[in-house]
């Protein structure tokens, strides 16, 4: 396929890697995992092998192997299916571009490459043009996540002109809080069909405001359901209510946060809620402590998440 026949909005979840207690990757579990996606959470889109799928922790073969399980089992079920393709090896990263082509995946991201960086907008930008035309047919997205790549360059200024250099990009990623940078992204690009992607999700509401399209991130694997109903009101123009909803998803995230929240605990906590396996991260990360998984489930009950059901108004009023 060329191009999406929509455009990628409202949430994707950023896919977790399922691995069993030996560090291997169980792939039996993904059909079971796009069927809690699509009927337990409401979402129907994904991103593959990014930060929360551990990509750059996994070789290059087990990417392949992810990648074409998920467009697999996601077929007919799933709208679209996001390939992360970045990698600190330019042939590396045009190897799974031209793979996630292939096998017929939906579009690639690229974040950039984070040991040795590009310093300046113009070598960025021909690193992805050179990925990007490795599978010249499919939706390209930057990935900025200058947190962990340490690559500073604002996104507004990579989009400027991007067309002319990336004729297949699409859409940005954006995995950061500078909601500046994020404005000026959507307003200098107007007349453009990009997608803008947001990916802090404690903070998604705020970017919605600023001309959010759609959002990527871990927690739509456990709070999609939660978080629809704010993308819902906040179509509505219910923006009390699509706050309330905020709240209370921040209430949990600001919770884990000071526990310590990162991939490892992503794991625990969709392994709770959903009762799929995601098994331990894989080294550098350490699996989450027995504690971390304990307070984190008294707090999902304490808010109600983990039965699904709407939001009460005790949930709304409660300040914990
Ligand atoms: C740094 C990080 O992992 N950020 C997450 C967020 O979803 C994050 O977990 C959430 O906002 C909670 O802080 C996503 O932006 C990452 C993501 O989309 C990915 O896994 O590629």
Known sequence: MAFPKKKLQGLVAATITPMTEDGEINFSVIGQYVDYLVKEQG?????????????????????????????????????????????????????????????????????APFFLKPWTKDILINFLKEVAAAAPALPFYYYHI?????????????????LDKIPTFQGLKFS??????????VDQNRQQQFAFLFGVDEQLLSALVM???????????????????????FERKDFSLALNYQFCIQRFINFVVKLGFGVSQTKAIMTLVSGISMGPPRLPLQKASREFTDSAEAKLKSLDFLSFTDLKDGNLEAGS
């Open 146 to 162: 200058p947190a962990l790549t340490g690559v500073k360059i604002r996104a507004e200024e990579l989009l400027d002109g991007i």
């Open 43 to 111: 979402v129907k889109n994904i991103f593959v092998n990014g930060t929360t799928g551990e990509g750059l922790s996994l070789s290059v073969s087990e990417r392949r192997q992810v990648a074409e399980e998920w467009v697999t089992k996601g077929k007919d079920k799933l709208d679209q299916v996001i390939i992360h393709v970045g990698a600190l090896s330019l042939k590396e990263s045009q190897e799974l571009a031209q793979h996630a082509a292939e096998i017929g995946a939906d579009g690639i991201a690229v974040i």
């Open 176 to 185: 950061d809080t500078d909601l500046l940078d994020f404005g000026q992204c």
């Open 211 to 233: 001309g959010a399209t759609g959002a990527v991130g871990s927690t739509y694997n456990y709070l999609g359901k939660k978080t629809n109903q704010m993308l819902e009101a």
